[in-house]
């Protein structure tokens, strides 16, 4: 058993009080890469920002769940040696879907864990994850539950469509279960094909814009719950220079649409104090890459292009912090 002290993060605790005091949003950026996981320490340090670094069930099969805690101390030692004094850095399982998984994560160090019983009827979302938050809460470990259904892959499950969460359920979901953070769905999606065009209109120049975010479910979620973290998933804004760039060097990604950046600034500033990010890193990395070997055809030294890669990850990591979050210089 590995207490999350020794590895040097924090639980979400502090974190998300503070942002939702203030009014940004922690990013919970995911990773499974080292090239990713440098990006983002580096982004952090020069921004000053907190962050929750995030693992799904797959990132944790894919690293190999023994090398985390070990990687994860690491990079808290890599962010002090590049400037940070006290680094505030959480480790949080992304999409947990047993206790098991939980407990294990727990037991290798996580400060934090999402269990996610969207799916479930609501009596047994509410038993699973009083379950987790019981195991969790001896830890000092905090955890994240999830009302309503986001469209897209969650890990483990696929959903075409959103149904938003109800209000009437957050009160009796969070005093049954005592998780500490809610995640919930007001018409984000997982992915990079977030919106079909149909769903979408066109502005002025032909480009297309999506549906605005369902503010009204937010601020009627945060009339009930007054003071308490709310959670957005996927929100990659899918930056369309990158979806140029992929498609320009032979990729085929079709009407990929993101959240607009002012819609996540406009919720980071109500309740919402941890916002979700995984796939605008995704696309940053494999356009810079299409875009290296389309024109350096003979390079195969991997530490050439996974730096371009990584610096061009970085520099979309501080903008999102600093100009959409508003995460910078809060540690
Ligand atoms: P994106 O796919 O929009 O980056 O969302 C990531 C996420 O919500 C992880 O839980």
């Not at 058993?1 to 998300?16: A, D, H, P, R």
Request: net charge negative; with cysteine; hydrophobic share 40%.
């Amino acid at each position: 058993m590995i207490n999350y002290n020794e590895l040097g993060v924090v639980n979400t605790k502090q974190m998300l009080s503070r942002a939702l005091k203030e009014r940004y949003a922690v990013p919970g950026f995911n990773f499974c890469h080292l090239e990713q996981v440098q990006a983002i320490i580096q982004a952090i340090v020069e921004t000053k920002s907190p962050v929750i670094l995030q693992i799904l069930k797959s990132d944790r099969e894919y690293i190999g769940p023994k090398l985390i805690p070990n990687i994860v101390k690491g990079l808290v030692e890599y962010a002090k040696d590049l400037g940070l004094e006290k680094p505030q850095i959480a480790l949080h399982l992304d999409h947990g879907d047993t206790l098991e998984l939980c407990k294990n994560c727990i037991d290798d160090g996580f400060s934090s864990v999402m269990i996610d019983g969207s799916h479930l009827p609501f009596e047994e979302n509410i038993k699973l994850t009083k379950s987790v938050v019981d195991y969790a809460h001896k830890f000092n470990v905090t955890v994240e539950g999830e009302l309503g259904v986001i469209a897209g892959a969650e890990g483990y499950k696929y959903s075409k469509i959103s149904t938003y969460t109800e209000p009437e359920d957050v009160i009796n979901f969070v005093s049954h279960t005592g998780c500490d953070s809610l995640a919930i769905s007001i018409g984000t999606a997982h992915g990079s094909y977030k919106f079909t065009a149909e769903q979408c209109e066109k502005d002025e120049r032909g480009v297309l814009v999506p549906p605005p975010l369902a503010f009204n479910v937010l601020e009627e979620i945060e009339r009930k719950l007054s003071d308490f973290p709310i959670v957005l998933h996927g929100s990659s804004t899918v930056p369309q220079d990158k979806v140029k760039t992929i498609n320009l060097y032979g990729g085929k990604l079709k009407d990929a649409i993101g959240i607009p950046e002012s819609q996540l600034a406009k919720a980071a500033k109500q309740a919402v104090c941890k916002i979700n990010i995984d796939s605008d890193s995704r696309l940053t990395m494999t356009a810079s890459i299409r875009k290296f070997f389309a024109e350096i055809p003979y390079e195969y030294d991997p530490r050439i292009y996974l730096a371009i890669a990584r610096d061009d990850m970085k520099e979309v990591y501080k903008h999102l912090i600093s100009n959409v979050l508003g995460s910078a210089n809060k540690l």
